[in-house]
């Protein structure tokens, strides 16, 4: 797969599976090399307004506002990359670029590792228990 990838496309195999952190999370199929982009979340694209009334409608969401005016809604997706979760001291990080959502391995990610992201901001506002684990854990989301 090349650069060019369509949103919900993937750089890398990635299969969603149970998660020691929390629920299903989503794991490296193969080796994943640092620095490169595993793939695009896909999901439903939304206005930011309606994100957020939806957001607090659910206790699980997989959303990410992506500019002022627009969001996208993984939370219904089955997409592999809509189970990363949340770590303390995490292997990938999210990058907005041209609308999407692109996920990026930091450093080296062995296969069967679990792919995290540090979420940042959550409509949680720092009442979400983390369950990471890692030492130096901020405990809260």
């Given amino acids: 797969m090349g650069q060019g990838l369509q ?56 959303m990410v506002e992506i500019d002022d005016h627009h969001a996208l809604d993984a939370t219904r997706s089955e997409h592999p ?3 990363v979760n949340h770590a303390c001291r995490p292997n990938a990080f999210m990058r907005i670029a041209s609308g999407l959502v692109e996920i990026y391995s930091l450093r080296a990610i062995a296969a069967g590792e679990e792919l995290t992201l540090a979420y940042g901001q959550t409509h949680h506002e720092g009442r979400l228990r983390c369950t990471c684990g890692l030492r130096g854990c901020t405990r809260f989301l």
């Fill in 81 to 83: 990359l809509r189970y």
């Fill in 7 to 62: 949103p919900g496309q993937l750089n890398f195999e990635v299969i969603a599976r149970p998660s020691r952190i929390d629920g299903t999370g989503a794991f490296a199929a193969q080796d994943i090399p640092p620095h490169r982009k595993i793939g695009h979340l896909a999901g439903e694209r939304i206005s930011v307004r309606t994100a957020r009334e939806r957001a607090r409608r659910m206790q699980r969401v997989a």
